[in-house]
């Protein structure tokens, strides 16, 4: 990448106007003038790749979990924590300070390749269960980043089609799903869990490729008072989508805009306060971070954050409880005194099918999310994808035949993989530059609560013969964050992130 900090022909061309005053622009204004063009598409692929290998690393929990307990002779509780420890390191990982938003943005892919496949390669190895959970606890160390991978994709995308690109960036994560069932259905009927969680590690390493090939957000840039270093990445953008930068000159200072569906007090006066631009970034971290932390209980934010919370936590208590529950589908007798012998069964094509058949249903759940998150907006649509999975659980309750059961589960997970898509847009629109990876990672901190306690409960409940009250639990929880959404203060569709 070329150094050179001379303006495109475009910004020269705005200094012929006598007596004019020097147009501006922002990073949103260059970004939508530049469109979704080549660097974008190679943006999707590298980041979209580390979302295949965080889902191929996190989903063998569906499949490893009841060979584990057949071969070692542990207790439901273990087992289910098997599943759960891999998310628990991740709620200590120091995402929340925006001080290392290069740090985690750049070298978060060698966590993800480095530690996440070098711990998930070793599991394969663990001589007992104690060693097994101590690795899966350490792979989880290295995913703690991997929440930064859809929000720096946002990034570098226009406002009017962010949404539906977010969706897009969904689909990596549904690929690496179905790309582990077909892996699992391939390798543990033959050679057991351990090759399974060693082949499952490897993507990870497929990151090293990629490793400093992108570029710092231009937003944070210009939110640290760097419009040259913005400009740069900039006018790279421009040379890869063969586009041209706006005429005048980068400017790192908010336009003012005047917005009817908020209180003006709902803006951004908190994001970038112009005597901080130019604090001496190192001195200021700390003070940053805490300032950044402080953001998010503000008059302004707090109603936000606490609700984002909320549909974080329901969703993804919610998903792996889904996921779990295929296990309890694909029991052909459906009676109490079979599920546990079922579950210890990895040779029977039933649970490998059903999984995979219910993976498949992301894709619609992805395509229909983005139909309507540009259209409709991100609150209705999310509420509304949110109660129709909770409608689809409900009559998992009684004794279903198991077409019928998948057939459900199936449609919940078309609704909850939708949902889910249209929260990673929701989520960083919600906050400004100055305290977006703050609100994000604490909000992705929250969601890991759900992932860790999803499989506890579900796989507890289910082994004594509660299924009716599993269920319970999943419905009520997504009933709660269904509602939630009808009082977030803000809508973003279409709005420039701050």
């Known amino acids: 990448m070329q150094s050179s900090l001379q303006a495109p022909a475009g910004m020269q061309a705005g200094g012929g106007e006598s007596g004019a005053e020097a147009c501006t622009y922002t990073t949103d204004e260059a970004l939508s003038r530049l469109g979704f063009g080549r660097f974008q598409a190679l943006l999707l692929v590298v980041l979209g790749t580390g979302w295949v290998a965080k889902a191929m690393e996190i989903m063998p929990l569906s499949f490893v979990g009841p060979s584990v307990k057949e071969e070692w002779g542990v207790s439901g509780e273990e087992e289910g924590l098997f599943a759960s420890v891999i998310f628990a390191f991740r709620l200590s990982f120091p995402q929340h300070d ?13 966590f993800i390749a480095l530690v996440t496949g070098i711990a998930g390669f070793l599991c394969a190895f663990s001589p007992n269960y104690a060693s097994l959970i101590a690795l899966r606890f350490v792979a989880g160390l290295g995913l703690g980043a991997s929440h930064v991978l859809p929000t720096w994709f946002l990034e570098f995308v226009p406002a009017e089609t962010r949404g539906s690109w977010m969706a897009a960036f969904s689909c990596f994560w549904t690929l690496g799903t179905i790309l582990e069932a077909l892996l699992a259905w391939a390798v543990m009927p033959i050679l057991g869990w351990r090759w399974l969680l060693g082949l499952s590690s490897l993507p990870c390493f497929i990151l090293l490729i990629f490793f400093g090939l992108i570029p710092e957000s231009p937003r944070y840039l210009c939110s640290r008072g760097r419009a040259s270093d913005a400009l740069l990445v900039l006018e790279t953008i421009a040379r890869m989508n063969n586009g041209s930068l706006p005429p005048g000159t980068l400017t790192s200072e908010p336009k003012k805009r005047v917005d009817h569906e908020i209180d003006a007090s709902v803006t951004t006066p908190l994001l970038l306060p112009e005597d901080n631009l130019r604090i001496d970034e190192v001195t200021s971290s700390k003070s940053d971070g805490i300032n950044a932390f402080r953001a998010l209980w503000s008059h302004e934010l707090i109603r936000s954050t606490l609700l984002l919370w909320l549909v974080n936590f329901a969703c993804s208590f919610a998903y792996y409880g889904i996921v779990l529950l295929i296990s309890e589908a694909s029991n052909s007798k459906r009676s109490c005194a079979s599920v546990e012998a079922h579950l210890m069964q990895p040779k029977d094509s039933s649970l490998y099918i059903n999984v995979l058949v219910t993976t498949f249903a992301e894709f ?72 977006r990876n703050t609100g994000v990672g604490v909000s992705t901190s929250i969601a890991r609560v759900g992932n860790a306690v999803a499989p506890l409960i579900t796989v507890t409940l289910l082994e004594k013969c509660l299924e009716k009250e599993a269920v319970f639990v999943i419905v009520l929880a997504l009933f709660l964050a269904g509602v939630a959404c009808a009082f977030f203060p803000l809508e973003t569709k279409g709005r420039d992130m701050s």
């Open 98 to 110: 925006p001080s290392f938003h290069f740090v985690i943005c750049r070298v978060g892919f060698l």
């Open 364 to 435: 619609p759940g992805l395509l229909l999310a983005a139909l309507l998150i540009d259209r409709v907006g991100r609150r209705v649509s999310m509420g509304s994808m949110i109660l129709l999975c909770c409608a689809s659980l409900v009559p998992l309750a009684m004794n279903l035949r198991e077409g019928f059961a998948v057939t459900l589960l199936f449609c919940a997970r078309t609704c909850i993989e939708g949902s889910f898509a249209i929260l990673h847009a929701y989520s960083p629109e919600i906050y400004p530059t100055s305290c």
